[in-house]
């Protein structure tokens, strides 16, 4: 790495009522919170509070950003409430941009305290898009409920927030920066580093790059196309597909992170990554895949724009695990998914006899279960694919391990999917949202739902659409029982499971940005043959019908109908 000469700064001395005088260095401040302008410093100061002032001194922070609106000047403000909160040091992504994935493998790498990430994920950017921060604790992944809990109960009555504004930090220039502090022994110290190089690092031991680089710029080379929709993803494209796997420049487009994500929403789906769907459904390219601005997601093409549904990207990925070299030094510890995630996973866990865990949604509890030694591979219908590498879903990671069965199968996407149904059975799966709906009619629907799921008869009921008909087996609201730390998550979405396997799930989304937003999961089990290949909402009509009928979702919210369907 490049390290520019060590840069000290000390700014001349004033005492201050709180410290003691003769000390030199850069002055902390403590200001009252005033408006509502303040969140980003009543978030931040909330997170350093709720971390204990000895664990705090000495230790270091990790820091990235997606490149969005108020990344860097957000960054700038994190660094003097860091210096003034007694944060020992901070690694910084060159420019504040360094993906989720990537903040996660250097918190483990340098045994962090943790990271925080300006982000608001797959939302819009921009002057008017979303702003959003995470906070991932040591073990290099989201923080958990205990955490974030207690930094929301600081946050209510945290009255002022410790900076030194007089620091001025260089985000630019890779290297490292001290500064001397009042009151301090030791200067603070921040480094700047190139986001790629770590993550990059990690790839390479966890794939076979000759392998990889053989099929993408080899003699009978396969064409790619990746779309990083100008969020964070696009220089870890070059860097890694382009440069070093020699994948020709024009198979990464919209590479350069951009502030409002060059006006599109970066969420890897059909309906948002539409232009490469259209691109890749002229045929000239074999493999497509698209992220999200933090780049922890991942939309995986076929040629003509053949559809990987994340839930079957995930039990592909598991059956065909040993085409990853990682896999066969570790073995295979467990296997995870979402619970509102279709079954095809368990599918690939039953076949292979390796215990399958159904968790929360949200990358919170995988965490735990490979911090134990009981996951290595896992997955959620939202477009997230992930293993015990990192505590973070990882969007290229999954295009290498998919890039990694091709070239072990010598298949196309395509075939290797049909493949997979005809072993396993295929797990028909939809998602439908109802975004900004009125947040007092969605969780009075909410509630409604349950009361009739609750009531005895509910149980054995039958319900039939044309000549299909359904009965319930099972109705509940998803609880988990970590079995690692004994804590109970509930309320975690209600499910309806159906006789055959079935499930209609119901629950409301953690993460919309207005009002509030409803999910309506369908999964269904089809192991004939001749029905697999048919069309996912043609198949699924039925249950969706079902669905809407029991929660009377439209009349108690006044909408007509979704607005994104996957
Ligand atoms: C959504 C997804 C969930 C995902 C979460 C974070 O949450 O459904 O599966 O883990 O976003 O994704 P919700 O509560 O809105 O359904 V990301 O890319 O912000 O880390
Ligand atoms: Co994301």
Avoid at 339 to 364: C, F, R, Y
Avoid at 397 to 418: D, F, G
Avoid at 532 to 553: C, E, F, N, R, W
Wanted: hydrophobic letters at 35%.
């Amino acid at each position: 790495m490049d390290v520019s000469p060590l840069q000290v700064r000390t700014l001349p001395t004033a005492p201050y009522a709180d410290q003691k005088p003769g000390t030199s260095g850069l002055r902390k401040k403590t200001y009252v919170f005033e408006t509502k302008q303040d969140y980003l410093q009543n978030f931040i100061q909330s997170v350093f509070s709720s971390i204990d002032l000895r664990d705090r001194q000495g230790s270091t922070l990790v820091i990235g950003g997606d490149g969005r609106y108020l990344n860097k000047s957000a960054i700038e403000v994190i660094v003097q409430m860091a210096a003034a909160n007694g944060i020992g040091r901070l690694v910084i992504g060159q420019n504040g941009v360094m993906s989720t994935p990537a903040v996660s493998c250097v918190i483990r790498k340098i045994k962090a305290i943790g990271g925080i990430i300006l982000t608001a994920s797959h939302n819009p950017a921009g002057p008017s898009g979303d702003f959003g921060i995470k906070f991932n604790i040591s073990n290099g992944g989201p923080a958990p409920e205990a955490v974030t809990d207690n930094i929301f109960q600081i946050s209510k009555t945290l009255e002022e927030y410790a900076i030194c504004p007089d620091l001025r930090v260089d985000l630019s220039t890779i290297g490292k920066q001290s500064f001397d502090l009042e009151n301090k022994f030791k200067p603070f110290t921040v480094e700047i580093v190139d986001p790629v190089e770590s993550y990059a690092n990690m790839l390479r031991n966890i794939f076979d790059f000759s392998v990889l680089k053989e099929m993408l710029s080899g003699p009978n080379h396969i064409k790619i196309r990746l779309d990083a929709m100008h969020g964070v993803v696009g220089p870890y494209v070059k860097k890694i597909l382009c440069e070093e796997l020699g994948s020709p420049a024009n198979s990464a487009i919209n590479c350069v992170p951009k502030e409002d994500f060059g006006g599109h929403h970066a969420d890897p789906n059909l309906t948002y990554a539409a232009d490469l769907v259209e691109t890749m459904k002229g045929g000239e390219y074999d493999f497509g895949a698209a992220f999200d601005g933090d780049g922890d997601r991942n939309m995986i093409l076929g040629k003509h724009s053949f559809f990987v549904n994340p839930s079957d990207s995930v039990a592909v990925i598991a059956a065909n695990i040993f085409s990853i070299p990682y896999f066969q030094q570790t073995g295979v510890r467990g296997l995870a998914r979402s619970m509102p995630t279709s079954g095809a996973l368990d599918n690939v866990a039953k076949a292979t006899k390796i215990q399958l865990h159904e968790t929360p949604t949200g990358w919170k509890s995988f965490g735990n279960l490979m911090d134990a030694g009981k996951l290595s591979l896992c997955g959620e219908e939202s477009f997230g694919t992930g293993s015990d590498h990192i505590r973070e879903k990882d969007g290229l990671w999954t295009v290498l391990a998919w890039l990694s069965i091709l070239a072990t199968r010598k298949q196309s996407v395509e075939e290797i999917m049909k493949d997979h149904w005809q072993k396993y059975g295929r797990n028909f799966f939809t998602r439908y949202d109802y975004e900004e709906v009125d947040a007092d009619a969605a969780y009075k629907m909410i509630s409604d739902l349950e009361a009739v799921m609750s009531d005895k008869s509910f149980i054995g009921q039958k319900f039939s659409v044309g000549e299909k008909m359904y009965q319930v087996q099972k109705a509940d609201n998803f609880e988990y029982s970590d079995p690692v730390d004994g804590s109970v998550s509930r309320n975690q979405g209600l499910r309806i499971i159906f006789t055959d396997g079935s499930r209609i799930i119901f629950r409301l989304s953690g993460t919309g940005s207005a009002g509030a937003t409803i999910r309506l999961y369908i999964d269904s089990y089809e192991k004939d043959p001749q029905k697999m290949y048919q069309d996912t909402q043609d198949m699924l009509a039925p249950l969706v019908d079902i669905a809407l009928k029991i929660s009377q979702l439209h009349q108690k919210t006044g909408c007509s109908g979704p607005t994104v369907v996957m």
